[in-house]
């Protein structure tokens, strides 16, 4: 029932044309088809701006690790000039959609926070390592988007990832995950 009621509730996903003919995107919510802001959503928003530099403000704790790659790939498609501006929390899933961007700007006071992919499973014990198997490939996606980023070995972002890294702007603009403060 919580699912079916969350589905009917607005999400906090705006997107508002600039008046010097760039747009917004306001990402202020989970990314989820369920709880938040669905790829298919963000995609045709997305997909819908044909002209002009675009600013993607996020504020979301992450989400669906497939969706969030959606919308990586269109962010990496898309023509225009897309900054991602972290205006309050850019963790988990929506942080490797700020790494699609052409560039990351962080508030001050502003956090980042990478980790490992997680799930809940049911089954046996060959259904939980194939789940493990599953969760191992899809770190390393995502540390090669934070690598491609930063300009740091995938491996030392797996590190980031494993011991689940929370970043002020300060530590972000640091390891690479940002431009500017």
Same mark, same amino acid.
């Given at each position: 029932?919580?699912?079916?009621?969350?589905?009917?509730?607005?999400?906090?996903?705006?997107?508002?044309?600039?008046?010097?003919?760039?747009?917004? &995107?306001? #990402?202020?919510?989970?990314?989820?088809?369920?709880?938040?802001? $669905? !790829?298919? +959503?963000? *995609?045709? =928003?997305?997909?819908?701006?044909?002209?002009?530099? &675009?600013? #993607?403000?996020?504020?979301?704790?992450?989400?669906?690790?497939? $969706? !969030?790659? +959606?919308? *990586?790939? =269109?962010?990496?498609?898309?023509?225009?000039?897309?900054?991602?501006?972290?205006?309050?929390?850019?963790?988990?899933?929506?942080?490797?959609?700020?790494?699609?961007?052409?560039?990351?700007?962080?508030?001050?006071?502003?956090?980042?926070?990478?980790?490992?992919?997680?799930?809940?499973?049911?089954?046996?014990?060959?259904?939980?390592?194939?789940?493990?198997?599953?969760?191992?490939?899809?770190?390393?996606?995502?540390?090669?988007?934070?690598?491609?980023?930063?300009?740091?070995?995938?491996?030392?972002?797996?590190?980031?990832?494993?011991?689940?890294?929370?970043?002020?702007?300060?530590?972000?603009?640091?390891?690479?995950?940002?431009?500017?403060?």
């Amino acid at each position: 029932q919580l699912v079916i009621d969350n589905k009917a509730l607005p999400k906090l996903f705006e997107v508002t044309a600039k008046e010097d003919g760039g747009t917004r &995107i306001d #990402l202020f919510d989970v990314i989820d088809d369920y709880y938040g802001v $669905s !790829a298919s +959503a963000f *995609v045709s =928003a997305l997909n819908g701006i044909k002209s002009g530099d &675009i600013a #993607l403000h996020i504020n979301s704790p992450g989400g669906d690790v497939f $969706s !969030a790659r +959606a919308m *990586v790939a =269109a962010i990496s498609a898309h023509p225009s000039n897309i900054t991602a501006h972290i205006d309050g929390l850019a963790a988990s899933a929506a942080s490797y959609v700020a790494m699609a961007c052409d560039s990351v700007v962080m508030q001050a006071g502003s956090m980042m926070m990478v980790h490992c992919a997680s799930c809940i499973v049911w089954g046996n014990s060959s259904d939980m390592n194939d789940m493990a198997s599953l969760l191992d490939k899809i770190d390393e996606t995502i540390a090669s988007d934070y690598s491609r980023k930063t300009g740091k070995p995938a491996e030392e972002m797996l590190a980031l990832m494993t011991a689940e890294t929370w970043m002020t702007s300060a530590e972000a603009l640091e390891y690479g995950f940002a431009d500017k403060v």
